[in-house]
């Protein structure tokens, strides 16, 4: 309150006590004046209705309209305390709006209102008006000529500051109650639209997820338990559900993919069978130059991994026409997965043999490479160099060859000629 409301107050305190409020404010013990009682009718007749906007933000409140349901737990303790005291609130309001009124008839009777209207208007604004909890007293408690009933009486302004207290505590729990929703709607919209999507998926595919059905009942029940106590502490739904939906939509989504996507999958992996065909086909003409060429060369028999390849690639159309799209899906991935497999296998037996013929061009290059070391040293006539020479040159060009062999053979040239150049070396 303030201005000559607060200074009214005073007044009415002092008028209760007789004790030192009293003392302490004689100058303002008395009956209001005109000019006083019009301020203080305008400013209570302002706040009431500032209480009135207030109240009616309270009753729309969205926290409310989560409250009148069937609540259980916390938030029915505490939304049976708060409604209690939001009924009372709207009972106050009514008592003061009445008292104002009343208080405004008693102004508009005169111009210029004489001692009892200024009385009246005195008590009404600034006197215990208000009559609040009244209550039989227990036999124990009474008199014999004392009253039965006994009943507290506030002023106005008392009225509005304990008013302020209740709304406070009411406005608490509806805002709580609001939050806790909104904190439930943002934990379980996520999880609704992945039922959705996935159940919308699973008809579009026509594949039976009997899990769909059961976590809709999970989350209609965390729903009922959200709605009938959302004040509860940790109300989330479990962590497992998002993960089983997350992973049932993920699923059925690769469903999906395989149902488009199934046309370009079967010719990508058809072109890729033609390249193990050819791929084999290249393998298999190094291999035959190799047993040809190379002595002993430990290889195992050339594997075909394209066979039986062709008779599952021509199974996929069957499963594309009768919608078996989760078998459709795991043989076009084992398909996948061999045709992969198999290529890499055959290209590494390509690399295996090449790599015979490779090491037997490497060693002619490296023997040529020597004997032309030899002419520059000036061993080029060396009697026991040519030999060796001759010896790793036969090895070489013998075919088959025998790598082992010409192996030694290039070596035993290369240490000699090492050994004579250094002789060379020691005689300068």
């Known amino acids: 309150m303030d201005g000559v409301v607060r200074e009214v107050a005073g007044r009415a305190a002092a008028r209760r006590d007789p004790g030192p409020a009293r003392a302490a404010l004689p100058e303002l013990i008395g009956v209001l ?10 400013e209570l007749g302002a706040e009431s209705d500032r209480m009135a906007d207030a109240l009616l ?30 009924s009372v609130l709207w009972e106050q309001f009514s008592r003061h709006r009445a008292l104002l009124d009343q208080a405004a008839e008693v102004r508009a009777r ?11 208007l005195t008590g009404l604004l600034t006197g215990p008006v208000v009559e609040l909890g009244a ?23 008392e009225l509005v500051e304990r008013m302020k207290k209740s709304y406070a505590q009411v ?45 809709a009942e999970e989350l209609a029940e965390f729903r009922r338990k ?45 072109d890729r069978v033609a390249e193990l065909v050819a791929l084999r086909a290249e393998t298999r003409a190094v291999h035959e130059t190799v047993l040809e060429k190379i002595a002993s060369p430990g290889l195992r028999p050339l594997p075909d991994p394209a066979r039986g390849l062709g008779g599952r690639l021509a199974a996929l159309p069957q499963l594309w026409r009768e919608g078996r799209w989760k078998a459709l899906s795991g043989t076009l991935d084992e398909l996948d997965r061999d045709v992969a497999a198999a290529l890499a296998g055959l290209r590494d037996e390509l690399a295996q043999r090449t790599g015979l013929l490779d090491r037997r061009l490497e060693l002619r290059g490296r023997l040529d490479a020597y004997r032309a070391k030899a002419g520059g040293l000036g061993f080029g006539e060396d009697l026991a160099l040519s030999g060796l020479h001759r010896k790793a040159h036969e090895q070489l060009y013998t075919i088959p060859c025998d ?15 090492h050994e004579a150049s250094a002789g060379t070396e020691e005689k300068r």
């Open 33 to 42: 004046d005109t000019d006083e009682a019009d301020r203080v009718l305008a």
């Open 57 to 86: 933000a309270m009753d729309t409140h969205p926290g409310q309209r989560l409250l009148t349901g069937t609540l259980t737990g916390v938030t029915q303790r505490r939304w049976e305390e708060a409604s209690a005291a939001m």
């Open 110 to 120: 005169k111009q210029k209102p004489g001692p009892a209207e200024l009385g009246e």
């Open 135 to 157: 209550e039989q007293l227990p036999i124990d408690q009474r008199s014999l000529t004392g009253p039965a009933v006994v009943a507290e009486r506030v002023t106005l302004g």
């Open 171 to 215: 406005a608490e729990v509806l805002a709580a109650a609001e939050k806790a929703w909104d904190t439930t709607v943002a934990r379980l919209d996520p999880l609704d639209t992945d039922l959705r999507e996935a159940r919308r998926l699973a008809g579009s595919l026509e594949v039976a997820e009997p899990e769909l059905a059961r976590i």
């Open 226 to 270: 959200a709605l009938t106590d959302p004040l509860a502490a940790a109300v989330r739904p479990p962590e497992r559900l998002a993960v089983r939906l997350a992973d049932i939509r993920s699923d059925l989504e690769k469903l999906a993919a395989v149902r488009e996507n199934y046309e370009e999958r079967r010719q990508r992996l058809e």
């Open 403 to 417: 790598l082992q062999a010409a192996t030694v053979a290039v070596n035993e040239y290369r240490k000699a000629l």
